[in-house]
Each structure stands twice: as C-alpha cells, then as structure tokens.
DNA sequence: ACATTAAGTGATT
DNA sequence: AATCACTTAATGT
C-alpha cells in the first residue's frame, strides 16, 4: 500500500495520511469491471491510485455518453454530490484499465471536511476540476460539430493512455459520442484524408501534433 | 473455404 | 448528421 500512496504524499499532511490509511481499503479493480452503476447507493468514495476509469451517463434514448476519464490522484466529483444528499448514482464508472483505487467510507467526508483543510482543499479542487471538464464537454455537444469533438476525443485518449494508437472499432468511438458507426467512419476518412491519422481495423494512430 | 465482424460509400431524409 | 442498403476488406474457424 505505502508504493500506491506516495503520489498521495505530496497532496497532504502526514497527520491526516495516517488517519486516511488506516479508515480506508485499498480495491483493485480488473479492466472492464464495474465499479459503480446507476441508481446504486454510494458507499464509498473512490480516489484512483492508478489506472483509468471511465465515467458514463445514459442519454433518454439509452446510450451512452462520455462524461470524463479519471486517472491516478483523481476522484470522482459526482459521488461527493451524491453521497451527500445519500442519493444514488446518477453516472456509471467501468475500469478502462487495471486499475487501484482508494475507498474512503462516506461517514468520514464531513468529518475530514472541518478537520482537514488539505482533504477541504482536494474535495474542492476535484469537484472545481471536474465541473469545468464538464462544462467544456457541454458546449462542445451544443456549439460544436462532431469532427471537432471526435478529434478532442481522440486526443484525449491518446493522451490518457500515453500512446498514438488508439485500439477501438469505429462502433466504439461512436458509442461513446453517442452517434452512428457511419458517421465516425466518414469523420475519420476525412482525418485520414488530411493526414492527420492512419486508420487500420480496431486501432488508429494519430499523427504529429493533431 | 466459409462465416463473421469491421469499415467504406452512395443515396435519401 | 442520421439511417438504410449494400459493398469490400480483415479476421476467425
């Protein structure tokens, strides 16, 4: 546990990672599992210690759509808002990769909000963080064209996983941004055409700077 | 060799 | 930008 805990070091004080190792449990979550659903109750709260997971909400027709990508020191915003009004989860988190994360029970949020300025601080920052995310992925669906956000998409991704390929079958990218596969495929022709990425089955490489 | 799944494309709304 | 219908290409058995 002490490995996982050392990027944790920096964000706060000896006193409170004492306290913070001793309440919660380390979970290790294998890629493609679950780790939260909709209208589940919130039990815990997640710090990922590494690995990737991806966080979804369900559109009226039943897709889903791309909220954010959490990695290693992030926590999810939304299960702050939820666990505090004891609501359900209105968003589902899937493990993108193998994945270790830090379950810290609810009861403890209130209590190291006033007793912690550093756990204050973190909460508020992963909330303000997650929130302009948010916000950004708002106005891309209202203002702006699908190519626009398929290649934010895309950069994303590459980034997150730290590589130039990309392994998902244009069915997959469309599901996440809630459109058809044909018209993914058309988008990425169009890329590939201004050579900005090399399409292959099940996997694209980005080009240069994008 | 055949079936299955992914990707490409024209036409229509 | 979505959907349909169809083709072509890649992959698995």
Not at 10 to 26: D, I, Q, R, Y
Not at 45 to 63: A, F, N, Q
Not at 64 to 72: D, F, K, Q, S
Request: proline share 2%; net charge neutral.
């Amino acid at each position: 546990m002490e490995t996982e805990l050392v990027e944790l070091k920096n964000l706060f004080e000896p006193s409170f990672l004492e306290e913070l190792e001793s309440k919660s449990k380390v979970m290790s979550i294998k890629a493609g599992d679950k780790i939260i659903d909709y209208g589940k109750t919130i039990r815990v709260i997640p710090i990922i210690l590494k690995g990737l997971v991806k966080v979804t909400r369900m559109d009226d027709e039943g897709r889903e759509l791309l909220l954010y990508y959490l990695g290693p020191t992030e926590s999810c915003a939304m299960t702050f808002s939820c666990c505090m009004m004891i609501k359900t989860s209105e968003v589902r988190a899937v493990a993108e990769e193998d994945t270790e994360l830090l379950a810290i029970p609810v009861m403890l949020l209130d209590e190291w909000m006033v007793k912690y300025s550093t756990w204050k601080s973190f909460i508020m920052k992963t909330v303000m963080g997650k929130f302009n995310e948010l916000l950004k992925t708002i106005d891309m669906i209202a203002f702006q064209k699908l190519d626009e956000r398929l290649v934010a998409y895309l950069k994303e991704k590459s980034e997150k996983t730290g590589s130039s390929l990309i392994n998902l079958s244009h069915q997959q990218i469309a599901d996440e941004l809630a459109t058809s596969r044909v018209v993914i495929s058309r988008l990425l022709k169009k890329l590939e055409n201004d050579n900005r990425l090399l399409l292959y089955r099940n996997q694209i490489k980005l080009l240069r700077d994008m």
